[in-house]
């Protein structure tokens, strides 16, 4: 499994000049691309954000010429979350919950027609005990190993809690399981 990941963004480009070429290529081949971020004012980090306009360009990794040979590959995204889960859904402070703020990156996936997995998130992230982090990191090593990623397509998702939820893999708050 070739999985090309953005989690070195902030390593590789601390300038924000972005070698397109290079990134292009470190997509070829690939069948799952990670993009591995906390999540910053309710979004993706400026420098994730850049790399997404700069990097997925039309006519490579869309449009009617887009011929990137990333389509068709798994996109996860690995997302913390400094706040508590309960900050997030229709009763919480942010009215919306976490997939909602992540649907910009399901709408994205969709145009350069990647599978949009079911994202890994650890929510409560300010709070988090290190044995939780520890648990978290096997989880998420766990979750790059696995040869298919579950598709996140089905998933009905309104809050936090309540029947209506359905808790993704990789979810949990304050260190514990959601």
Sequence with gaps: MATSPCATCTTSHPDFNIDVATEQAALLGADRIVLQYPMYWL???PLLKKWL???LTFGWAYGSTGTAPARQASLLLAVSVGGAGS???REGAHIHTIHEFLRPMQGTSRVIG???AVPFLSVGALEITDEAIARRAQDYAAVLQTPELPAARHLRLR??????YRVPVGVMTGGDPV
């Design 114 to 116: 990647t599978k949009y």
């Design 43 to 45: 979004s993706c980090p």
């Design 87 to 89: 900050a997030y859904g």
């Design 53 to 55: 306009d700069d990097v």
């Design 159 to 164: 809050s936090f809690s309540g029947p209506e």
